[in-house]
Nanobody, 125 residues
C-alpha cells in the first residue's frame, strides 16, 4: 500500500508559476513510476507527466511540454511538478499517482495503482 498526499496548489494569474509536491509513504517509493494527472470540470482525467523510478527518464503530454517539469527525490519520497507559464486551460484538480511495475510511457489512468486526493490549481486570465 502507498499513500500519496499532494500539496502546492492554489490560485495564480496566467503566466505565473506553481510547484506541486507529492509526498509518498508506505512501500518503497523508488520502486514506482510516478505520474501527474489532472481533471477539469466535466472532462476526463488526463495524463500530464511521468518520471521513471530513478528520475532518468520523463514523459510529458504535448500540452505541457516546455512549460512543466517533473522531478523526484527518492531520499525524501517526494515527486514534484514545476509548472511555469501557466494558462487558464491548465485549471484543474491535479493528482499524483504511483505505478508499480508498469511503463512510464503509459498515459492511461487505469495503469496507475495508487492515487492522491488531488490539489486544485486555478489559473485566472
Amino acid at each position: 500500500q502507498v499513500q500519496l498526499v499532494e500539496s502546492g496548489g492554489g490560485l495564480v494569474q496566467a503566466g505565473g508559476s506553481l510547484r506541486l509536491s507529492c509526498a509518498a509513504s508506505g512501500r518503497t517509493f523508488s520502486n514506482y513510476v510516478m505520474g501527474w494527472f489532472r481533471q477539469a470540470p466535466g472532462k476526463e482525467r488526463e495524463f500530464v507527466a511521468a518520471i521513471s523510478w530513478n528520475g532518468g527518464a520523463t514523459n510529458y503530454a504535448e500540452s505541457v511540454k516546455g512549460r512543466f517539469t517533473i522531478a523526484r527525490d527518492n531520499a525524501k519520497n517526494t515527486v514534484y511538478l514545476q509548472m511555469n507559464s501557466l494558462k487558464p486551460e491548465d485549471t484543474a484538480i491535479y493528482y499524483c499517482a504511483a505505478n508499480l511495475g508498469g511503463s512510464m510511457w503509459s498515459t492511461r489512468p487505469r495503469d496507475y495503482d495508487y492515487w492522491g486526493q488531488g490539489t486544485q490549481v486555478t489559473v485566472s486570465s
